[in-house]
């Protein structure tokens, strides 16, 4: 049952081959047997998903369902979720219930899917590797050693693992990507603003975006049609007509053209990754598609622009989180200013005070044009690059990431080491355009995956291109040993 | 660009972060390490570009003035650290 996917779910129960309370059940058995080790699990809600799943049963029964409705789903311990501890990972948020669900968790909900628990992270979003979450670091189910990327390592790491069928997941510089493609699953964040932030705890807002993980790309449409929509609770949401993201996924792939950035294939590729990419890619000429090679010219100012951006808006987002209203605070301040300092020193680990204090520092009085400012105009120029890029070829595809997923401390002794993990992803999310994560295949024994870039709303165009390469080939449905 | 311990304390009061006295000499390494990185930016020239806030450029939205939300303060106020008749309590702020 475990190994089902969402869209093979949706049939099984409909056709009454298990209910979706013996589903739930054989989740939750999955998670209490194998989530000592890998640790993507903050809370389980073990009694809610219960109840949640003989509800879904009714409604199977009596012909109301939906196509997600009894499908169990874990949300990353970002997302608000009313009467649920949500604690984004950190110890500042160690005690929060929140008092409301995020839009896109009370979607997921009224689609009829059964939520397990809340799923492990790096601090605030912050990482890239799941190493800086206050609850322990996530295992990569495909080597207990190694990492299983991040920030949505707990969303990587269930649905690898087979401990959820899918999982929501957020992305600002590639936190659905990156862990997507070192756990061997697929992955997507959609055009910004396609997906509600309400409830959603804010990173960088320019950049966040949510949006689902799972093994097979018709089970990311699956999910992302009931993600998607406009919400008049957050500013940054689009009012556009939503498309059937399912339709049109078996397109033919004949006259795609595919751009190949020469700065995705450059110095620090490690050479199997590169010959992974090239066989996938082999694979779509085989589809019918042509493939041309591009340049994004401002593509290596993407993390220097980036890590102004990003830590800028964290340090005004996080300002909410002063001890007073909600969250951890410190015992007995001597006055106000100490609350706030000792309160948010000591809630908040060392990356993400790191970041909070790089993005004050830019945004200070004499340093706002000479970094956020300029930052800004970078955007531009890369945004630019994808826009001239995009009237030639119709996807973008490359590597996920350099490498495969990197041992335990590798990278967490020097920022920028593991800031450059990111380096393919980035630029996308400084564009707002949609990507995707897909496994191509091993190196190693470890998955590697390959980013698939589109223009803006080409979220359709996307899976088909992924569906159609997940047709012929099997890499998505490769599951790790599990001890 | 190299930040000083001294430097590394005025931003920790503006972000109204303390900081452990015992990490503060390696978040100064950190930090000038990380706006080092950033630096790469000063390689293009940007002076005619115009700053990109938003992929689309898209402006606030506006809506109706009209009343849409409830109170919901004893809610809200039920995770709290301290409150008292509707509340927030903080360390005393004027003497």
């Known amino acids: 049952m475990y190994e089902k996917t969402v869209a093979e779910l949706s049939v099984g129960l409909r056709n009454k081959e298990y209910s979706s309370v013996e589903l739930t059940e054989t989740y939750l058995a999955r998670i209490k047997k194998y989530d000592g080790e890998i640790n993507s699990f903050i809370t389980l809600t073990e009694e809610g998903a219960l109840k949640s799943a003989m509800e879904a049963d009714k409604r199977l029964a009596t012909g109301q369902a939906g196509p997600l409705t009894g499908i169990p789903i874990a949300q990353k311990d970002i997302f608000c979720t009313q009467g649920v501890k949500t604690s984004c990972g950190s110890k500042m948020l160690d005690k929060f219930v929140a008092p409301y669900d ?129 919400d008049p609770k957050d500013s940054t949401s689009l009012e556009r007509e939503i498309p059937n993201f399912s339709d049109g996924l078996d397109q033919s792939l004949v006259g795609l053209t595919i751009g190949l950035p020469k700065e995705f294939f450059g110095e620090g590729l490690a050479n199997d990754i590169a010959s992974r ?66 309160s948010r020193g000591e809630g908040f680990g060392p990356e993400v005070q790191r970041r909070i204090l790089i993005g004050t520092y830019a945004l200070s009085a004499g340093y706002y044009d000479a970094y956020y400012l300029k930052a800004q105009k970078i955007r531009r120029l890369i945004s630019d690059d994808f826009k ?96 | 660009m190299s930040l000083t311990l001294d430097d590394v304390n005025k931003i920790s009061v503006l972000a109204r972060l303390a900081i452990d006295p015992n990490k503060a000499e390696s978040y100064a390494k950190d930090l000038s390490g990380i706006l080092d990185f950033i630096e790469q930016m000063g390689s293009v020239d940007t002076s005619t570009v115009n700053p990109m806030a938003h992929p689309l450029d898209q402006v606030q939205r506006l809506r109706t003035d009209i009343v849409s939300e409830t109170n919901q303060r004893d809610l809200f106020q039920s995770i709290a650290p301290a409150v008292e008749a509707g509340l927030y309590l903080v360390p005393k702020v004027i003497d």
């Open chain 1, 277 to 342: 990419i090239h066989d996938a890619i082999d694979v779509y000429r085989k589809l019918g598609a042509t493939v041309k090679d591009i340049s994004l010219p401002n593509m290596q100012l993407s993390g220097p622009a980036y890590y102004v951006v990003a830590p800028a808006e964290c340090s005004s987002n996080l300002a909410r989180l002063d001890g007073v209203r909600y969250g951890h605070r410190c015992e007995n301040p001597i006055d106000l200013n100490d609350l706030y300092m000792r």
């Open chain 1, 102 to 230: 995020a839009t896109v968790v009370s979607k997921l909900k009224n689609a009829g899917m059964v939520m397990l628990g809340k799923l492990n992270m790096d601090e605030f979003a912050m990482g890239s590797s799941n190493e800086t979450s206050f609850y322990g670091p996530v295992k990569n189910p495909w080597d207990l050693n190694a990492v299983p990327g991040g920030s949505s390592g707990g969303s990587a790491a269930a649905v690898s693992a087979r401990l959820a069928p899918a999982a929501t997941g957020t992305d600002t510089g590639g936190s659905i990507r990156q862990p997507a493609s070192f756990c061997g699953i697929t992955g997507l964040k959609p055009t910004y603003g396609l997906v509600s932030r309400w409830g959603m705890i804010a990173f960088a807002s320019s950049l966040d975006q949510a949006g689902p993980m799972a093994r097979t790309a018709e089970d990311c449409a699956m999910l992302l049609q009931e993600m998607v929509g406009f």
């Open chain 1, 388 to 483: 001239r890029a995009f009237a030639e070829v119709d996807v973008i595809m490359g590597p996920t990431s350099p490498s495969t997923a990197f041992r335990f401390g590798e990278k967490s002794a020097d920022p920028i080491a593991m800031y450059l993990s990111d380096i393919y992803t980035i630029a996308v999310n400084l564009a707002g355009l949609p990507g995707m994560s897909i496994p191509v295949g091993f190196s190693a024994g470890m998955p590697v995956g390959m980013q698939v870039i589109g223009n803006y709303f080409s979220e359709q165009k996307l899976l088909n291109v992924a569906h159609s390469y997940q047709k012929i080939t099997d890499w998505h449905m490769s599951a790790p040993i599990l001890s």
